[in-house]
């Protein structure tokens, strides 16, 4: 879609570069999970779903593990084979033929894993402290969640090596970039909160410590495939009752100071888009970070189509990332740029396998 006098939405519709990537417009694809990718292996059904959604400004993949310690979730994607990288290419070539741009979101799910992924061995974390809950095992069932074995010291520089070997996967698999998942939970981010990091080392207490695997992740990414290839996305008012941060407006506000020295491709912040008021009331106005952060910055957390337009018209955000509205309206951007209705979309079937609920919503434009 290009930029148009007549578009109901002038500054959504209006193209942006971020870093390496040039953006046709300011309507992202949020990162989702389909768990359609059996193995890990994405197949032709994936390409189908990602091209019809390639009028996106950018695509960010569902969230993709990087190793197998770092998955959780069933028939997720996963990028650290040659097996992946040639599922992924499916994927990329099919959205690039249809004029996209499409990033991998690298992701590490920490302590909310199970054992049923690893052999019996426990999922590793910061702290050996349960999260509780249930996961969703391999075979599709569900299980109680185990308490995690810390992360040793000495495995530090693995991960990060898996961070790495997932980002050159993902430029080997054609993808325009990554986005490093620092948000919802996972690893990073319980690295982050004081909540779920209780270690005396140098990856815990301070705020620097506590930050100090999430850059050193960056910085090692940054190295093997450059910056302006490199997002990042943060959830800093993304709490749950068992994942907390004495103090997150310091904790990231810390964090997202240092960021500026990197010239990201561009930094992802969800506002909170939940349902519980406690949490929804304890907010860090995403205009905080706005304040601080002199790179590009992609908001998303539940934004209407009006309240979109808006933000990016007063510069309080330089795109909007659509999550379920993306699901429903493969051609979202023409549709908010022309007025048409929207689909709304069935939730019942996010989680399933098959076309159904993923590739058979029609475009209308
Ligand atoms: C089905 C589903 C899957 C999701 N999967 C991911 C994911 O893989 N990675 C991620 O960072 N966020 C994920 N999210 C969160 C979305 O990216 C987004 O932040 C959230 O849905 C709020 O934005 P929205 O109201 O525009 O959908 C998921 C959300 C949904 C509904």
């Known amino acids: 879609m290009q930029s148009s006098p007549h578009s109901l939405s002038p500054h959504l519709s209006s193209p942006l570069t971020a870093g390496s990537l040039a953006a046709k417009n300011r309507v992202w694809m949020a990162p989702l999970t389909r768990c359609r990718a059996p193995g890990g292996v994405p197949t032709q059904l994936n390409a189908t779903y990602y091209s019809q959604r390639a009028s996106a400004g950018v695509i960010v993949s569902e969230a993709t593990n990087i190793s197998q310690e770092a ?4 028939d997720t994607g996963s990028i650290y084979t040659q097996a992946h990288i040639d599922g992924w290419k499916l994927v990329t070539d099919a959205v690039h033929k249809a004029g996209g741009t499409i990033v991998c979101q690298l992701w ?5 894993s199970h054992p049923d992924y690893h052999d019996g061995a426990l999922p590793v974390a910061p702290s050996a402290l349960n999260v509780g809950g249930e996961s969703r095992t391999p075979d599709g069932g569900r299980k109680q969640r185990v308490t995690p074995r810390a992360l040793e ?3 530090m520089p693995r991960v990060i090596a898996d961070y790495v070997h997932a980002a050159k996967s993902a430029i080997a698999a054609g993808f325009d970039g990554v986005e490093i ?3 919802n939970t996972y690893l990073l981010d319980q690295f982050l909160r004081t ?6 080392d140098r990856y815990g207490g301070s705020v620097e410590n506590r930050s100090r695997l999430l850059f050193e992740a ?3 990414v940054c190295a093997a495939i450059g910056p302006a290839r490199t997002g990042l996305r943060l959830s800093p008012s993304g709490e749950t ?3 907390r941060d004495a103090n997150p407006r310091e904790t990231f506000t810390y964090v997202v100071e240092r960021l500026n020295a990197y010239n990201l491709a561009y930094l992802h912040l969800l506002r909170y888009w939940g349902d519980d008021p406690a949490t929804k009331s304890r ?20 934004f209407t189509l009006d309240e979109a337009e808006q933000w990016v018209a007063r510069g309080d955000a330089d795109a909007v990332a659509f999550g379920e509205l993306f699901i429903s309206n493969p051609d979202l951007p023409a549709r908010i740029a022309q007025g048409v209705a929207l689909t709304p979309p069935d939730r019942t079937t996010y989680y399933t396998s098959g076309p159904h609920g993923y590739t058979d919503y029609p475009a209308k434009t």
């Open 71 to 74: 998955t959780g979730y069933p």
């Open 108 to 112: 590490h799910v920490g302590r909310v």
């Open 153 to 155: 010291l000495s495995e």
């Open 181 to 183: 998942h620092g948000a």
């Open 195 to 200: 909540g779920s990091n209780i270690r005396t």
């Open 218 to 220: 960056l910085d090692a």
């Open 241 to 243: 009752s068992t994942h």
């Open 283 to 302: 907010e860090i106005p995403l205009r905080v970070f706005r304040n601080i952060y002199r790179g590009t910055l992609v908001a998303n957390g539940k």
